[in-house]
């Protein structure tokens, strides 16, 4: 289907002068135990001008980060994957019942026989890592600088099923874009945090870790880095921390970039929640966001009413059995991959297990799952996020297989501040690990008339 391209003007003036569904998304997690997962780094992979760790205070120290995950664990995941009791096939031919047999046996052959966790160890200590104590939970991060010393610092959010893991082929493009197409002036500064209780990030031992803690976090990151402003950008749980981040509107942020936005009216979501037919005033645009968030909810969301009910249920499931932590994270990557539901063909199987053996080694996937507690927010509706209320500069970039793609007319009743609009012709809800190249354009684009 071809799409067309639009974008909301609002004059640079403008800009410079603008300072449930019941299953959510949220930020909760407990503090985890470096000890298993971490080597000392005795060299960083200095990007330039890096911001020296001094600190008096060793709660606000930046310490570097390197990771390596012992042999023994991996041994004891491969045993675990030889173990794997299956159930038996599906008994129809699609993926009504859920993620098919086949596609999942062969994925978790491929895990347990050809996968090695190493190289993905290589690749992200290949980048400067590094962990800080915000609020008493130690926060991960990736921090790539670019050689042009007036490139705009970009704080990058992940969600779930995803993690830092999403972001690492966006870093060239971003931060060296004479390289990838674009002029010395596109330039970013890279920010990549693990939300709390994702990836090396701690785990929280109290309750509150929800989207606006997390987006207070941020700001105090971003600061602590010594950044006097910046932009954020954010799909899936990273989009509604962004929202949070926008609300705060904390001085020195200049805009945010989402592409899964809050923009479905109050009314409309009731309608969608209660299995109502689309009302027929609706545009074809809004029809189909209307009958795309319909499917959604009524056939694929149980995911959602798991975790944001019982994380703590499911968690010994994720935690204990790597296919089913495979099963549960693939069939999401499958539905919302711009991949007709094989993510091999937009995503190596490779990047794939990256991500799901994060999960695994990490042993998140309750902690990830709480933060789905947490929120516990409709994250479609701009009546529950409160987007009207946001007064910093708003872009959006709909990817045609996001989970619905958001109709111009919605984005700018629900974003008041909205100054930047674009549809793209490939990409999903997973838009920056499925097209690193396409989403960066779109952030040089987007923040372009913000710096």
């Known amino acids: 289907m071809t799409k067309s391209t639009r974008r909301t003007k609002v004059s640079n003036a403008v ?3 603008l300072p449930r569904f019941p299953f959510a998304i949220a930020a909760a997690t407990a503090s985890l135990a470096f000890a298993g997962y971490v080597q000392p780094a005795r060299a960083v992979d200095a990007a330039p001008k890096a911001v020296a760790a001094k600190s008096t205070n060793a709660d606000d120290s ?3 980060f390197k990771a390596h995950v012992p042999q023994a664990q991996l041994n004891d995941l491969r045993k675990r994957i030889a173990a794997t009791r299956w159930p038996d096939k599906e008994i129809v031919n699609d993926d009504s019942q859920g993620v098919q047999t086949t596609q999942v046996r062969e994925l978790v052959r491929y895990w347990g026989t050809k996968y090695d966790w190493r190289k993905a160890e290589a690749q992200l200590n ?12 130690d ?5 790539v600088r670019s050689r042009n010393p007036n490139a705009l610092p970009v704080i990058l959010t992940h969600g779930w099923p995803g993690s830092i893991f999403e972001f690492v082929n966006t870093i060239g493009p971003l931060t060296d874009p004479e390289k990838y197409g674009g002029k010395a002036e596109d330039a970013f500064d890279v920010i990549i945090p693990s939300i709390p209780g994702y990836g090396f990030s701690g785990r929280p031992k109290e309750l509150g870790w929800n989207p606006d803690r997390t987006a207070r976090a941020w700001d105090v990151l971003m600061k602590r880095l010594g950044y006097t402003h910046y932009v954020s950008q954010g799909g899936d749980h990273g989009s509604v921390i962004s929202d949070a981040l926008a609300r705060q509107a904390p001085a020195g942020l200049r805009a945010i970039h989402l592409n899964m936005p809050a923009t479905v009216p109050g009314g409309l979501m009731k309608s969608i929640l209660a299995g109502d037919p689309a009302p027929t005033e609706l545009t074809p645009a809004e029809r189909d966001a209307y009958q795309s968030l319909s499917t959604f909810f009524g056939r694929n969301a149980a995911y959602g009413a798991m975790m944001v009910t ?9 935690s204990d059995s790597p296919s089913g932590l495979a099963a549960w994270t693939y069939e999401k990557i499958a539905q919302w991959s711009d991949s007709d539901g094989v993510p091999e063909r937009v995503l190596t199987r490779d990047a794939i297990l990256n991500d799901i053996t994060l999960y695994w080694l990490t042993n998140t996937g309750a902690s ?9 927010n409709n994250n479609f509706s701009a009546e529950a996020q409160k987007t009207r209320d946001i007064k910093v500069p708003v872009a ?6 996001e989970i619905y793609r958001a109709p111009e007319t919605w984005s700018k009743q629900a974003y008041p501040s909205l100054y930047y609009y674009n549809q793209v012709s490939k990409g999903g809800h997973f838009a920056a690990w499925e097209q690193p190249q396409l989403f960066a354009e779109e952030l040089r684009a987007a923040f372009k008339t913000v710096r």
């Open 139 to 143: 926060i991960h991060f990736i921090h």
């Open 368 to 376: 990830s799952s709480r933060f789905y507690w947490e929120n516990n």
């Open 310 to 318: 019982r994380p703590q249920t499911i968690g010994y499931s994720l």
């Open 396 to 401: 959006i970039t709909v990817f045609p297989h």
């Open 126 to 137: 290949a980048l400067p890592q590094f962990v800080t104590k915000i609020d008493g939970v």
């Open 15 to 17: 800009i410079r002068s």
């Open 62 to 64: 930046i310490r570097p």
